[in-house]
């Protein structure tokens, strides 16, 4: 156990929050799955949302991609407009761990790459966001992980210690940015595995 650390620190998309474009997609390309891969790999990619997180207004990246790629204005407006419907729900069994840390006494903190637009849903709809002492929001900062100003913007706001921390994130260059700054990071893969490695840390009983 590292018995100096008690602090847990969440990612939340991939996480706590089943989020994926293709939930709203599936729905607007039927059938053709090939056809909405190459849609969210060559027109809305990951780097242009992430210019979202980042701080980017949804309408100037909107504006931006539909002139690139008239053909698909519809599609790309959606992506705004029907942003609500790109969130699956909760992963049950990680909010169920993160109530087991809440219980234990354990100090939580969350730090997502996430728009300043559309965070505001997704914190109204799920009740379990009130149990955090403190939430950074990449797109409220203007930048992302894992840019290590926004780990220490965290660590700084709610005078959290590194030593005593833990990071979650399903994104291995996110984790390793936290080890950097000298944050125990578990590298995410599913909700058991989740909680072995918290047992195995002393965060919760077996």
């Given at each position: 156990?590292?018995?100096?650390?008690?602090?847990?620190?969440?990612?939340?998309?991939?996480?706590?929050?089943?989020?994926?474009?293709?939930?709203?997609?599936?729905?607007?390309?039927?059938?053709?799955?090939?056809?909405?891969?190459?849609?969210?790999?060559?027109?809305?990619?990951?780097?242009?949302?992430?210019?979202?997180?980042?701080?980017?207004?949804?309408?100037?990246?909107v504006a931006l991609l539909t002139k690139e790629h008239p053909q698909h204005a519809g599609l790309i407006a959606a992506y705004h407009e029907r942003w609500p419907e790109t969130l699956k729900g909760p992963i049950d069994d990680s909010v169920t761990i993160l109530h087991d840390l809440k219980k234990a006494g354990h100090p939580l903190y969350g730090l997502t790459n996430w728009s300043h637009e559309t965070f505001p849903f997704a914190r109204e709809r799920y009740a379990f966001f009130d149990w955090f002492d403190g939430i950074v929001v990449s797109g409220e900062e203007g930048m992302i992980k894992p840019d290590p100003k926004l780990y220490e913007t965290l660590l700084e706001r709610y005078d959290i210690d590194p030593k005593r921390a833990i990071f979650i994130d399903d994104n291995k260059h996110n984790v390793e940015a936290?080890?950097?700054?000298?944050?125990?990071?578990?590298?995410?893969?599913s909700p058991a595995q989740l909680r072995s490695e918290l047992i195995a840390l002393g965060f919760l009983p077996e």
């Open positions: 156990m590292h018995s100096k650390r008690n602090v847990v620190i969440f990612d939340f998309g991939g996480v706590l929050v089943d989020w994926n474009p293709r939930h709203l997609y599936r729905k607007l390309f039927g059938d053709d799955e090939e056809g909405m891969e190459r849609f969210l790999t060559e027109v809305t990619t990951n780097e242009w949302n992430l210019q979202q997180d980042k701080g980017r207004p949804w309408s100037e990246a936290a080890e950097a700054l000298g944050i125990h990071g578990i590298h995410f893969h």
